[in-house]
Each structure stands twice: as C-alpha cells, then as structure tokens.
C-alpha cells in the first residue's frame, strides 16, 4: 500500500511539473541580448517566476539586464514585467 501511494505521489508531482512549465512564446516576442537564442534560459525563467507564484503563460519578451546581474522577462502580452536578480547570491523576482 505504501508503494502504491507513492507512485501515485510521484506522478501527481510530475503532472504538476509539466503544468507549470506549460507556456508560448509570441508572435513577434523580443528576446534578445544573452538569452536571444538560448530557450534552455527563457525556459528557467518562466519556471523561476511560476515557482514565485507568478503568472507568465507567454513570454512577451526577454533580456539580460545591462547594469545589473539578471534578467527582465515580460508575460502575457506585455502585462507583467518581473525582474529576475542575484542579490548577494540568492536569485528574487520583483514585478514591476
């Protein structure tokens, strides 16, 4: 019995995953500077930001940020901003 419900424990876990992870890119989306071409980075921030608790369902826009040590993505047809910073070695999202 315990087996069984940790399997069932296990794929709830992954459906969860998945569903999180669940996003489009725009027609059109501006993703440039470090991250234009490198999806593998677009990807971990959309986890990243639902991870916060955060809406990001397409990705507008994404960049690495100039002066700073991060990133800026956009969501949901420019209607969310978060800002994605290292601060003394632990990574935060801030919307703006």
């Known amino acids: 019995m ?3 419900i940790l399997a069932v424990a296990v794929v709830l876990m992954m459906m969860m995953v998945v569903a999180a992870s669940a996003y ?3 027609k059109g989306a501006q993703i440039y500077g470090a991250v234009e071409g490198r999806m593998d980075i677009v990807d971990t921030l959309v986890k990243f930001v639902k991870g ?3 809406k990001c369902d397409s990705v507008s ?3 690495d940020n ?3 040590k991060g990133y ?3 969501c949901n047809n420019y209607n969310y901003t978060y800002k994605i910073l290292d601060k003394g070695g632990k990574w935060s999202v801030t919307v703006d």
Do not use: M, Q, W
């Open 66 to 68: 100039v002066f700073s």
């Open 52 to 54: 916060y608790g955060y």
């Open 72 to 74: 800026t993505l956009k």
């Open 2 to 4: 315990k087996k069984f």
């Open 61 to 63: 826009s994404a960049s």
């Open 24 to 26: 489009t890119i725009e």
